[in-house]
């Protein structure tokens, strides 16, 4: 039996082909099925196309090109239920012990015996925090799911990459009084080129607040202080703060399965990247994981084939 960890797009796709070849196989996720897309904000559309995200052969048809939060919600059900995939929902693995035909991974409902073990626990699920006082107030947030809740209200969003700008955006055609705080000099370069205009023009003539260069010393109750370079320090209005500010995989798991994790600036964990099979035998990576930090890196576009390449080599 070999244990998948996440029912991502990528971990759908390990455990479709390992049913391609006879190989049984259980599916675990610590939330619903591809729970970091059910996460996402909840009117965003994907840059991919929809057949770049096409898993098990199954076409994916959607109103326009780019399918929308919802549209892929539903395609990765519809194709989970048409392979009948061995799913264990709603529950954590907390711990993988062993070597290639011998693991124990542990959940925080039971423990299961495997002969290798497939990694796609994705990076959405642990935030990059500020490290600031009052980040932990309850109208901190770090995950956005739509504009409503903030309209006609002082919101600051921190981040200059594509998710801190869509949720300027939305919010301010929402009708929230949105200030941008951004640590670097200028809006990403990363940012889609079909949205960075948009941003900018609205910088420039004032409709979204925005401040460079910019450090969050603390966060209060209706107020963000910061500081931009070696300034005083200000504050700006803030009955909200959505923090903006990425997602990183949790190395927890994997180092203490023995993975080794890189001393590179992405903290890469170690693996052959021709087979996708870390320095412990017989346990593998899948999907966004492989880059570590780098999170841009890797995406279901680029890694929905990681389970082929997996397969193949427990199918010798
Ligand atoms: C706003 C946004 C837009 C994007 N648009 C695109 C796009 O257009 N095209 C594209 O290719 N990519 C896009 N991406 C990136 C893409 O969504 C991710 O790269 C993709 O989800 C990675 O798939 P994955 O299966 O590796 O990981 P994930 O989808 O993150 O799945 C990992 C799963 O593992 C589970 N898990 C984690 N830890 C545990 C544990 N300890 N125990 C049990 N389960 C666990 C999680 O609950 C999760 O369901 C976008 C990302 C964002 C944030």
Not at 35 to 43: A, I, Q
Request: charged share 20%; with cysteine.
């Amino acid at each position: 039996m070999v244990i998948i960890i996440g029912a991502g797009p990528v971990g759908l796709a390990a455990g479709i082909a390992l049913r391609k070849r006879d190989i049984p196989f259980l599916i675990i996720d610590k939330g619903s099925l591809v729970h970091s897309l059910y996460r996402y904000p909840v009117n965003m559309t994907f840059f991919s196309t929809s057949d770049r995200l096409e898993i098990g052969g199954i076409p994916f048809i959607s109103h326009n090109t780019k399918p929308t939060r919802r549209e892929a919600l539903e395609y990765y059900r519809r194709v989970a239920e048409h392979f009948a995939l061995p799913l264990h929902l709603y529950e954590e693995v907390t711990g993988i012990s062993g070597t290639q035909g011998e693991f124990t991974v542990a959940t925080d409902k039971a423990t299961y015996a495997a002969e290798a073990v497939i990694v796609a626990s994705g990076f959405y699920g642990k935030p990059h925090l500020l490290g600031v006082p009052g980040e932990d107030l309850p109208h901190v947030k770090h995950y956005y799911d739509e504009p409503h809740p903030y309209a006609f209200r002082h919101l600051v969003v921190v981040g200059a990459g594509n998710s801190a700008v869509d949720v300027a955006l939305e919010t301010y055609r929402a009708g929230s009084k949105v200030t941008m705080l951004v640590r670097e000099p200028a809006i990403k370069d990363s940012v889609k080129y079909w949205v960075k205009p948009d941003i900018e023009n609205r910088i420039r003539e004032g409709s979204i607040g925005a401040r460079f260069n910019t450090l969050i010393t603390r966060i209060e109750p209706g107020t963000v202080w910061f500081r931009e370079g070696d300034g005083p320090e200000e504050r700006v209005a803030a009955d909200f703060v959505l923090a903006m500010t990425g997602y990183e995989p949790d190395f927890g798991l994997l180092e203490a399965a023995g993975v080794r994790i890189g001393t590179d600036p992405h903290r890469t964990p170690e693996h052959n990247p021709d087979t996708l099979e870390t320095n412990v035998p017989g346990l593998y990576l899948a999907g966004v994981i492989c880059g570590g930090l780098d999170t841009g890196r890797y995406f279901i576009e680029n890694t929905r084939h990681h389970g082929e390449i997996i397969a193949g080599k427990l199918g010798l």
